[in-house]
Each structure stands twice: as structure tokens, then as C-alpha cells.
């Protein structure tokens, strides 16, 4: 069934009797709730009732009961306008506006006739009614306040051209001359022309929309929207020639032909409805929607409820319709918990991502907030990230559909994992707290199949990724990603399984093509990362083969740690032992940096410069640090290094040359000196 804003049916029909005496022609028509008046060619207004559909179920025609009717002359009655606070019905005709009460249509004789009236408009505001009348006589456009039993004139503006309709908003007037469109503000008196129209009397249409903004009848078959500013704020309607009347009924406008009425919305600016009808003549506003008229019948047009306009456009698909008619204003009350807009959101977002729209997608799902572990769903293998209470709500048929797809089309299966990594990117940080664990497990394994190295060393080392150890682990081993492996172990905490994974692959015994490090550079993150650590059973495992490659950068581990995690000097000097170069490293630290006191230290430090320049008797530079030392220092054993110094020499003369001693400056001896 074809989607529909409005319903159309027929409530009055004047059958032609050839022997009436009395010719029945509609001229124009008005209404007030459940009231139709109607002005004849024939000089006579017609009060109708509309009565409820249950009346005449089987008689759409015959929905109204006529209630009164009244010659006023023999002119053809014009116009016709509605002024409920006071019950008056002001008519024009013969070029004069006459008030008469709108239930017995007596005229009202307190009221003086206007006349050289060629249009008119009346507007209630609150308590406040205004009627603005325009001459084509005498080029003029009037505005005048309608009491219970007068009116006056408030303004006058004098036109060069021959108005021929106008409209009243507020405090705004909107008048179509014979040749140009200008808006007119009431209060200041302030004119500005708008644009010239080009179209015959017939065709310049006016009409006010509401909130100070009005719908003419523009050039090259445009409905445009003006504002009391003189500005155009929505995008025009595309109308056939020939429009007879036109009226917004937000969200939709109506434009009338002479056999057509067409429907329009205001959001997309895109023709919804057309109702095919015979000899139309004009549109009148309705309660619920609008009148339209012909020679001698009346059809109403009840808008359909939202809620079921919604509905519509979703079961035919039309899910972006359906999203901006229920993202209207004119919508807020019926979804308040915007369930209904989510759930429309995300169909119309699934309906692009099947049509290849990943960047319209995207924008849908997240505005929709969709769950991400949807889109997971969709890929069988990524049904090991989800967990097993979770049920899917897409529609699995076209789930079905897609994933045949994907298997007869590996390109297209490949963009949408480039779509589904893009999303995931986008939406991870929000999914934490719905999905979060099975997002990171989703990238994870994205990244491995589309070869994101860099993507996935990223996710992997962030200490805020929520990868779940015994879904991932398996991925990556499984695709020989052991470095990343290892920065997953490390950024949950596994330090002991991380460093175990650099020494095998620094061993060669694990193998990753995909790892950016040397073997060095993954020494050196070994050792980095012992540094930090409290866990001293992990150190103590791992630091000699750090000092095996390389001692210099292995004695990192203990001269680079933070003071909160310090290791006891005797421990570490113990491992030392066999390290020598490692070991200088490390007593240079303590002596220098830490600024020990400890004879031990000193002494220490003292024998290993002597052991180190005995092997190279080149080394001019530990002989300098030995010098140093013992000119610097006072809490060495000047009787041990001299001795160990002696006993290496086997009396062949001092290795440091013959002025080598502990020379002393002024200060006392320090402990462990004679």
C-alpha cells in the first residue's frame, strides 16, 4: 500500500437536478472545528456540520447536515473568514466586508462595511484579532483591529503596483502584486520587496506557514519559504505549473492543480502523496488537516497519525523517511524515550551497510548507539569474541544473505572488514561499558587479517585495551604475532610470560616476521621493563641472560630502577660477580649516584679498576677513575687495594707508574685507612 500523509474522502456533494431554479456553484470555503461554510457564485453562504463518520458509514458524501443558508446578493461571494472568539463570520463580496454571527448568520449591524476590498486576511493572537485588507482600486493595503462590534484602522501602505493576494503572520504581511512579491511589518512600518514573480493574476499565491514565515508561489515552478526577515531557512519545493493554492501543513505542504493535489514533505523537500480530483478549485485549512473544493462538492483531508506514517515507511522500507519524519519537531511527543527513533535508526543503518554506504552507515549506527557485538555477529568469525548470553536483533535472513555474499565475493568481504575496523576505531572508547572486551578482541583480530601491524602493536600495548588473554592469545599465536603476544602480556600484568617471549625471540626460538625490533631493541625493552618490576623472582630469572648479551645493558635493570623498588646492593653484587663489566657499572652507581658510605662499595670499586686496567695496561681511562677514586674518596681500604695492587705487580714495578699511591689532601683518614 502506497504511504500516505493524508486520507481523502468526500463529505458533501450537491447533486445537479436539472429543474432547481437555483444554480449551486462553490466560490470559496472556510471551516472552524466541525463547522464548513461555504460561499456560492450565487451570492449565498452555506453553513454545514460535519457529522461523525459512525453517522452514514456507508455515505461518505453525505457526512454533513446543512444547517442554514443565506442570500446576501446577487454578487458572488469572494471570500469568506472566521473570527471564533467574537462568532463572526466576515464575508466578502461585491468588493465590501460585511461581519455576520457565524451560527444564525444575521448580520451584525453594529459593524460598518468596508469596502473597495479586493482580498483580505484575518489573524487571532491571543485576545487580539487583526484583519488586513488590500484595494486594487486604490493600491493600498489596510490593517484594521476586529472587536466585538468594530473594527479600525491601524496602518496604511500605498503600493505603486496592484496587490492581488496577501497573507497576515503576526505582525507581517506578505502581499503578491500584479508583478513582485514584499513583506511588510505592521508594527514598524518597515517595506522590503522581495523578487519579481512573472505569473498571471491566477498563479500569485500567498499563504502564511506559521512562526512568522509564509509560502509563495515563486518563479520556475518553485514553492518558496520566506521569513518575516525576507530570508529563505528551508530549501524550496519543486511544484508543476499551474498551481491553484498551496498551504503548509507542517510537516507537509499541499499543492493544488486543477486535477491533481500533491503532497510534499518539508524535510526533504520530496513529493509523498498525490490524490487524483477533478475540477479543483482551492484548499482551505481543517482541524486536522485541510479542505479542498470543487464546483459543487467538499473533500476533507485528515492528517494520518505520525506514528502511523512512521510505521508505513518502515514496512516499505523507507527507513531514511521514516527517520526524518520521526527526528521532526512535530514528532517529539510520540517516542519521548526515543526507543522507536534508535530502532529505526539502526534498520536504516543496516539497509546502507548492505548497499555498501559504509560512511552513511557509520553516521547511523552512531547516532543509534547501536551495539557494537551487532556488527560482530554478522562475521561467524567473530562469534568467539561474544559472550553466549548475547542474542543478535538484526534480521538474521539478511544476515544470511550478506555472509553468502561475502563467500562469493572476497573483495566485498574485504571492505567491510576495513568498514568494521574503522567503526570499532571510532566507537571503542564509548563501547567500554557495553562490549568493550569484544570490541578489543574484534580489532585485535582485524588487525591481524588485514596486516595492521602498527594498528595492532597499538591496541595491544595500551594500558587501557580490554582484550581478553584466553580469546586473543590463540589468535595471535596461531598468525606467529608473538611480539604482539608479548605487549598483550605486558600490558595485562603478565610480566614473567612478556619477557620469557623477548628472550625467545632474541633466542630465535620464536619467530615474527611482523616484529619492528632488532635484537637488541628487544634486550634493551627486557630490560626496561625488569627495571620496573617489584617482582624480584622475575628479575632474578631473567637478568643474567640479559647480562649474558650484553652487561652494559643489562646492569640497567638495577641502576635505572625507581628507590621505591630498589634491590639490596649485596643481592645484586653477588649476581655480579661474573660480570665484571656489569659489575664496575653497578659500584659506579652506588659510589656516585646513590652516594654510598659503605667501605665495601669503595673498596669494591678500587679492585675492580685495578683488576681492569691490569688486563689492559692501555687504559688510561679506568686508571684515571682509580686515581680519582682514591683522591676523592675516604672510605675505601687503602691497605687492601695497595695490597691487591702489590700482589698483582709480582714486583716488577708499580703498573700505574712509579708516583701511583693514595694521595691525601688535608683531610683526616677516613674508616678502614691506617
Known amino acids: 500500500m502506497a504511504f500516505e500523509a493524508f486520507t481523502f474522502s468526500c463529505v458533501y456533494e450537491k447533486t445537479f437536478d436539472p429543474r432547481e431554479k437555483d444554480k449551486f456553484n462553490i466560490q470559496c470555503l472556510e471551516s472552524f472545528h466541525t463547522n464548513i461554510y461555504i460561499g456560492t457564485k450565487q451570492g449565498t453562504v452555506h453553513h454545514l456540520l460535519l457529522l461523525p463518520t459512525n453517522v452514514h458509514p456507508n455515505s461518505h458524501a453525505n457526512r454533513t447536515e446543512e444547517r442554514r443558508a443565506k442570500k446576501l446578493s446577487n454578487s458572488t461571494v469572494n471570500q469568506i473568514r472566521l473570527v471564533p472568539i467574537y462568532s463572526h463570520l466576515l464575508v466578502l463580496s461585491n468588493c465590501t466586508v460585511a461581519a ?22 484575518v489573524l487571532q493572537r491571543d485576545d487580539e484579532v487583526r484583519m488586513v485588507t488590500c484595494s486594487g482600486q486604490k493600491k493600498a493595503v489596510r490593517v484594521l483591529s476586529v472587536g466585538p462590534d468594530r473594527w479600525d484602522v491601524l496602518r496604511e501602505m500605498f503600493l505603486v503596483q496592484e496587490p492581488v493576494v496577501l497573507a497576515l503572520d503576526g505582525a507581517s504581511v506578505c502581499v503578491g502584486t500584479s508583478e513582485q512579491y514584499l513583506l511588510w511589518d505592521v508594527d514598524t512600518g ?27 508561489n515563486g518563479p520556475g515552478g518553485l514553492g518558496l519559504f520566506v521569513t518575516a526577515s525576507g530570508v529563505c531557512q528551508r530549501p524550496p519545493l519543486h511544484w508543476p505549473p499551474g498551481v491553484l493554492a498551496a498551504r503548509a501543513f507542517p510537516p507537509f505542504a499541499l499543492s493544488l492543480q486543477a486535477h ?6 518539508l524535510l526533504d523537500q520530496q513529493c509523498k502523496q498525490t490524490v487524483r480530483v477533478s475540477g479543483a478549485l482551492g484548499l482551505a485549512p481543517a482541524a486536522d488537516g485541510a479542505v479542498l473544493f470543487t464546483d459543487r462538492a467538499v473533500y476533507l483531508l485528515c492528517s494520518v497519525p505520525l506514528q502511523e506514517q512512521v510505521l508505513r515507511l518502515m ?45 552513511e552507515a557509520t553516521e547511523l549506527f552512531i547516532k543509534g548507539e547501536l551495539d557494537p557485538r551487532e556488527l560482530l555477529h554478522l562475521l561467524p568469525e567473530l562469534h568467539f569474541t561474544l559472550p ?60 591481524v587479517q588485514t596486516a595492521d601491524s602498527d594498528s595492532l602493536l597499538q591496541l595491544v600495548e595500551s594500558p587501557n585495551n580490554t582484550c581478553k588473554l584466553e580469546k586473543c592469545e590463540p589468535v595471535l599465536t596461531r598468525h606467529s604475532r608473538f611480539f604482539a603476544l608479548s605487549l598483550l602480556y605486558q600490558s595485562q600484568g603478565k610480566y614473567q610470560h612478556a619477557i620469557q617471549s623477548w628472550v625467545d625471540l632474541a633466542d630465535g626460538l620464536l619467530t615474527d616476521p611482523s616484529c619492528p625490533l632488532t635484537r637488541s631493541d ?41 628507590d621505591q623498588v630498589q634491590i639490596p646492593p649485596e643481592q645484586v653484587l653477588a649476581l655480579l660477580e661474573t660480570y665484571p663489566q656489569a659489575q664496575i657499572k653497578y659500584l659506579e652507581f652506588l659510589v656516585h649516584d646513590m652516594h654510598s658510605k659503605e667501605a665495601g662499595h669503595h673498596t669494591l670499586l678500587a679492585l675492580a679498576y685495578v683488576s681492569q686496567s691490569l688486563q689492559s695496561q692501555q687504559d688510561s681511562g679506568t686508571r684515571r677513575k682509580l686515581q680519582e677514586l682514591l683522591w676523592e674518596s675516604n672510605c675505601y681500604d687503602a691497605s687492601t687495594v695497595e695490597s691487591q695492587t702489590h700482589s698483582s705487580a709480582h714486583g716488577e714495578g708499580h703498573p700505574f707508574g712509579s708516583d701511583w699511591g693514595p694521595q691525601r689532601g688535608p683531610e683526616p683518614a677516613g674508616p678502614g685507612l691506617p
Open 100 to 121: 455576520l454571527n457565524m451560527f444564525s448568520l444575521e448580520t451584525n449591524p453594529s459593524f460598518k462595511k468596508i469596502q473597495n476590498v479586493s482580498q483580505f486576511d
Open 190 to 216: 518597515h517595506r522590503e520587496d522581495l523578487f519579481q514573480h512573472g505569473h498571471s493574476r491566477q498563479q500569485v499565491l500567498v499563504s502564511a506557514v506559521g512562526g512568522r514565515e509564509f509560502l509563495l
Open 260 to 265: 491533481e493535489l500533491a503532497v510534499y514533505s
Open 315 to 359: 514496512e516499505q522500507e523507507r527507513l531514511d523517511e521514516a527517520l526524518l519524519l520521526l527526528e521532526s519537531e512535530h514528532s517529539q511527543s510520540l517516542d519521548p524515550h526515543g526507543e522507536l527513533l534508535r530502532s529505526i535508526t539502526h534498520r536504516a543503518g543496516f539497509n546502507h551497510l548492505f548497499q555498501e554506504k559504509f560512511t
Open 388 to 447: 553466549g548470553h548475547f542474542h543478535p536483533k538484526t534480521d538474521q535472513t539478511k544476515t544470511q544473505g550478506l555472509r553468502e555474499l561475502w563467500r562469493r565475493d572476497p573483495d566485498l568481504r574485504h571492505r567491510f572488514l576495513g568498514f568494521l575496523t574503522d567503526f570499532l576505531r571510532v566507537t571503542a572508547s564509548s563501547a567500554r561499558s557495553c562490549g568493550g572486551a569484544e570490541v578489543d578482541c574484534a580489532l585485535l583480530w582485524l588487525h
Open 522 to 562: 628487544v634486550l634493551e625493552l627486557a630490560v626496561s621493563t625488569l627495571s620496573q618490576l617489584e617482582d624480584t623472582n622475575t628479575v632474578w630469572e631473567f637478568a643474567p641472560w640479559t647480562l649474558r648479551n650484553n652487561q652494559e645493558t643489562g646492569v640497567h635493570i638495577f641502576t635505572k630502577r625507581p
